[in-house]
């Protein structure tokens, strides 16, 4: 406790009619869902970014499939092609 506790208790009703514990109270709760609304902001941008790197992961997944697919033909062309000279 602090020792002006007693001081403020003993001016009774702020000009607005409120005790300053109430005062205490309603700025606590004001800075309470300042909080609350930042973290949210927070959640959301994070929530929206991981949403756009697991786009960016499953785009790059596809092209590297796309060109093992590429690579995996031209080896097997080679391979045909290796074949025949060998045979010729």
């Not at 007693?6 to 309470?32: D, F, K």
């Not at 093992?68 to 045979?87: D, P």
């Given at each position: 406790?602090?020792?002006?506790?007693?001081?403020?208790r003993?001016?009774?009703p702020?000009n607005g009619?409120?005790?300053p514990?109430?005062l205490?109270y309603a700025?606590e709760l004001?800075?309470r869902?300042?909080?609350i609304?930042?973290?949210r902001?927070?959640?959301?941008?994070?929530?929206s970014?991981f949403?756009?790197?697991q786009?960016a992961?499953a785009t790059e997944?596809?092209?590297?499939?796309?060109k093992i697919?590429?690579l995996?033909?031209?080896?097997?062309?080679?391979i045909?092609?290796?074949?025949?000279?060998s045979?010729?």
């Amino acid at each position: 406790m602090s020792k002006f506790d007693g001081v403020i208790r003993g001016l009774g009703p702020t000009n607005g009619g409120e005790s300053p514990h109430m005062l205490h109270y309603a700025h606590e709760l004001a800075r309470r869902d300042v909080e609350i609304s930042n973290l949210r902001k927070s959640k959301h941008h994070l929530e929206s970014r991981f949403r756009e790197l697991q786009r960016a992961a499953a785009t790059e997944e596809e092209q590297y499939q796309e060109k093992i697919s590429q690579l995996r033909e031209e080896v097997a062309r080679l391979i045909i092609i290796k074949l025949h000279l060998s045979t010729a």
